[in-house]
């Protein structure tokens, strides 16, 4: 089992993750993409990912604005689980962003 993450190891990773945020125990980030088919890819994207990893993100999806929300319930907070599952969506957010 994944070992949950100190606040100080949390705050060290948070400063290599624009645009997330510490939110009640989880890591939360919206984006806002250029059409509702770009937010739509973004979310199939994040869906495959997360399958193969078997770590599933709570997505909200308003629109053409998706809310990612982590947290590894197993352990009751977060875990380097939920840190590299937030790098590699946010690098689909920035590809989206570069081709959309």
């Not at 998706?66 to 590699?88: I, K």
């Amino acid at each position: 089992m994944p070992e949950k993450l100190t606040a100080s190891q949390l705050a060290s990773s948070l400063a290599a993750l624009p645009g997330w945020s510490q939110v009640d125990g989880t890591l939360v980030r919206s984006a806002k993409l250029a059409t509702f088919p770009l937010a739509l890819g973004v979310v199939a994207a994040v869906g495959a990912l997360a399958q193969g990893l078997n770590h599933h993100p709570d997505i909200d999806i308003r629109y053409r604005t998706l809310t990612f929300t982590l947290s590894s319930h197993d352990v009751g907070g977060l875990t380097e689980r939920d840190l590299a599952l937030a790098h590699a969506i946010s690098d689909i957010l920035d590809r989206t962003a570069a081709s959309g």
